[in-house]
């Protein structure tokens, strides 16, 4: 596993280096672009997506031939076939999204068909369903309709690598959930003995890790869509497959593991649908940018992007509380339906205090402790 852990973390990082230069007239063209989800100054190439990937498909191949071809030895049972469809379904999620970071005029609902293919492939290569919700009463009405769990399946695939790109907004913030996330379900992986999993979730953190090294602090470059495209579509493929193979995990876990994106998602839909406005237009309403705006303020510095910048690295800390208030019980009680749903109950009614505190000005203790003096 440690060598999975390298050789993508070093793919990943080398790539990134090297698209530093080659993506700045990219990155002139995103500049010129009014947006209102853009908190940096500069030239950013949004390229890491490539770099990730890049560095999944070396990770995807050297488990496949690593030990035949290089004499590594090895106790995952990964094959040249296996590698092939997980490389087809990063590729068809990345695609659409890595466009759009190249071109800026990739519309909406073509990045949505992209991640739509690569959930398609993913029941294909895998037969991926969601088999049982974990409540009884439920479980009995799904059973009898399978497509249900089939449908609930491929709008994970789907849906998810569009939720990680929602709270792409800062440095470090959807790379460090992911890091969490993919050591989260790694363990739970080795807990059910199911390696290869393990594997590709070890795989994906390497390639996230290398990333990281220059995007935090910073932020010297850009996961884009195509990372946080690539992101969710092998989280969710990961975690459906884990719950379809073992019965003993929850399919709670990965509802809890992902509860910040998911609901982040499910709430800014609500609130712009409340507001009169199109769920696909960006917005600057988001957690994230009331943590930017209102919470993570008293930054000053002489130089304006300066400023920017230590405001933007402050962001993604507080941000990244909330994932470990849902990533640590989500790992502890990984079996227990129970105990995951009323976490996520917590989960959503934190959420949504923060939310509204943050809304009407009113600062909790630990905010005005945290923030520099004047």
């Known amino acids: 596993m440690l060598i999975l852990l390298i050789l993508s973390a070093l793919i990943s990082v080398l790539v990134c280096t090297a698209l530093l230069r080659a993506g700045q007239a990219s990155s002139r063209r995103y500049w010129e672009q009014h947006v209102p989800q853009r908190f940096h100054i500069g030239h950013v190439p949004r390229l890491g997506g490539v770099a990730m990937l890049l560095g999944c498909v070396g990770g ?16 995952i049972t990964f094959d040249l076939t296996s590698a092939f469809w997980w490389i087809g379904v990063a590729v068809l999620a990345a695609a659409t999204g890595l466009t759009e970071d190249v071109t800026h005029s990739m519309k909406p609902r073509w990045r949505l068909a992209g991640t739509i293919l690569a959930a398609l492939l993913a029941f294909a290569a895998f037969g991926i369903a969601v088999p049982r919700i974990g409540i009884p009463a439920v479980d009995q009405f799904w059973t ?61 953190a390497g390639a996230t890790a290398g990333f990281l090294l220059l995007n935090y602090p910073h932020g010297l ?32 876990f990965p509802v809890l593991l992902l509860a910040y994106p998911i609901w982040e998602t499910i709430f800014s839909i609500w609130r712009k649908r409340s ?76 959420y949504l205090y923060a939310y509204y505190s943050i809304v009407r000005f009113r600062s909790w203790r630990w905010h005005r402790f945290l923030q520099p003096p004047r």
Not at 240 to 251: G, Y
Not at 284 to 313: C, K, P, Q, S, T
Not at 334 to 340: C, E, H, I, R
């Open 60 to 75: 995807f191949v050297w488990m496949a031939v690593g030990e035949r071809y290089f004499g590594v030895t090895s106790t």
């Open 144 to 204: 009898a309709w399978p497509w249900l769990g089939v449908a609930l399946a491929l709008l994970a695939v789907a849906g998810l690598p569009h939720a990680i790109n929602i709270i792409d907004g800062y440095n470090g913030l959807a790379g460090l959930l992911a890091m969490i996330c993919c050591l989260a379900i790694a363990y739970v992986a080795f807990a059910v003995n199911d390696r290869q999993l393990a594997g590709v979730m070890v795989i994906l």
């Open 221 to 252: 470059i850009f996961a884009g869509d195509g990372g946080a495209y690539l992101w969710g579509a092998i989280i969710a493929v990961a975690t459906v497959m884990l719950v379809q193979r073992h019965p003993e995990v929850s399919p709670w």
């Open 275 to 350: 507001m009169g406005r199109s769920p696909g237009l960006p917005d600057g309403l988001h957690f994230h940018h009331l943590i930017f705006r209102r919470v993570v303020r008293h930054v000053f510095h002489d130089d304006e992007a300066r400023r920017m910048l230590m405001r933007n690295n402050r962001t993604s800390p507080y941000l990244l509380a909330f994932v470990v208030l849902s990533a640590i019980p989500a790992t502890l009680f990984w079996y227990s339906t129970p105990a995951l749903m009323a976490f996520t109950v917590l989960f959503i009614l934190t």
